[in-house]
């Protein structure tokens, strides 16, 4: 019998589920039997694994792990995943059952930070997490795929994801927000952080053409400045932005959409031939 303040194990099928999602956000045509083929596995196979009706052999899971590009230690992990579920002994088993405890009582989880990368990097896990504060969400990956305009493969994904880095909780089939990710720019890669605004510029640029003036605003001013001026303008963007989160959060109408606010400020001119 499983202690219960014992960590539950995650399920290894997720992170291949979450990287057959990331690779069909990527290229729409990306198929389960192109994943298959890429993991050295046949597609009724993968299919079984993903059903729960057949499972990963652990003589498979150190080639199927550096298929889906983990490093070395994230191998580790996933071996140890595999091999707690379905080892064949059941010495075996608790073995890969234990290490999996320690590393998640421990103070690194490598596969928590490989989420985190993901989170910020890709616009719809912010999204996700208001929408389930909207009047009529639902926990059903099918709807929120269609109101955020994502797979559903892509939507379930991002709930397991979030459950996994505790920012959501489900009861009784409802999805809750339990915890928090603040975005910041300490200990998040640059890259990263460049991904996710470049995907919000392309949404808004989608917006510009597609949505009507009455539902968005996207406005632009050019001006000369000096650049000693730069920390006090990026100072007034920040506190305008918290209090415009601030006030619209507060508001006791029912929220119905989710939005992005984004403020551009970025040097138009080139250097003169002076600087040269």
């Not at 996933?78 to 707690?84: G, I, P, T």
């Amino acid at each position: 019998m499983t202690d219960p303040a014992e960590p539950t194990i995650p399920d290894y099928r997720n992170l291949l589920l979450e990287e057959f999602a990331r690779r069909s956000q990527a290229n729409s045509r990306y198929s389960l039997r192109a994943y298959a083929r890429d993991l050295r596995l046949s597609p009724s196979r993968l299919s079984e694994i993903f059903a729960g009706k057949n499972g990963l052999s652990t003589q498979n899971a150190a080639s199927v792990a550096k298929l889906i590009h983990l490093n070395d230690e994230e191998v580790s992990w996933f071996c140890d995943l595999v091999a707690a579920k379905h080892a064949r002994s059941e010495a075996a088993r608790s073995q890969a059952a234990r290490r999996v405890r320690l590393r998640l009582d421990g103070p690194v989880e490598t596969l928590l930070k490989r989420d985190a990368f993901r989170y910020i990097a890709d616009w719809y896990f912010l999204a996700l997490v208001e929408l389930i504060g909207t009047a009529d969400f639902r926990s059903d990956p099918e709807w929120i795929a269609k109101r955020l305009g994502i797979s559903t493969l892509v939507a379930r994904d991002a709930v397991l994801t979030l459950k996994r880095l505790g920012i959501v909780a489900e009861k009784e089939n409802i999805l809750r927000v339990v915890g928090e990710f603040r975005t910041t720019t300490e200990s998040v890669p640059s890259k990263a952080i460049r991904k996710f605004h470049s995907q919000m510029i392309l949404k808004a640029e989608k917006a510009l053409q597609n949505q009507p003036v009455e539902e968005r605003d996207i406005s632009c001013i050019v001006m000369p400045i000096s650049t000693d001026d730069l920390p006090v303008a990026r100072k007034m963007i920040q506190d305008f932005r918290r209090e415009l989160n601030r006030v619209l959060g507060a508001s006791e109408k029912p929220k119905t959409e989710v939005y992005s606010f984004s403020v551009q400020l970025f040097k138009l001119t080139e250097k003169s031939e002076m600087d040269f």
